[in-house]
């Protein structure tokens, strides 16, 4: 069993950056591949980036590719999201997860955390 806690977020304005760290916990982290998924208000779960579990791998959403970077560092049991040039269109919660393989469907992902806010104003 994975747990996984994402923080990191918070209110940045247009053109800013953040970082978004997910601490796994209670299960073999270099397993997993991670990935991260957003939901706007008013809109479903979105794929934002995914990362394969030696970091050999990633995939990006086109919405976000060449503003966010995903990473991880098996060593500390963490995933991030680099995001950068912040758009009020980010504007969503934020959710980390780890599955088997890397993919951009949320039904492959087993582990979810609990979301972090992230607001962009415009």
């Known amino acids: 069993q994975v747990q996984l806690v994402e923080s990191g977020g918070g209110l940045v304005q247009t053109g800013g950056s953040l970082r978004l760290p997910c601490a796994a916990s209670?299960?073999?982290?270099?397993?997993?591949?991670m990935a991260w998924f957003r939901q706007a208000p008013g809109k479903e779960r979105e794929f934002v980036a995914g990362?394969?579990?030696?970091?050999?791998?990633?995939y990006y959403a086109d919405s976000v590719k060449g503003r966010f970077t995903i990473s991880r560092d098996n060593a500390e049991n963490t995933v991030y999201l680099q995001m950068t040039s912040l758009r009020p269109e980010d504007t969503a919660v934020f959710f980390c997860?780890?599955?088997?393989?890397?993919?951009?469907?949320?039904?492959?992902?087993?582990?979810w955390g609990q979301g972090t806010q992230v607001t962009v104003p415009s």
């Open positions: 997860a780890a599955g088997q393989f890397l993919s951009d469907d949320e039904g492959r992902y087993e582990y």
């Open positions: 209670g299960g073999t982290f270099s397993g997993y591949a």
């Open positions: 990362i394969s579990w030696n970091g050999g791998m990633t």
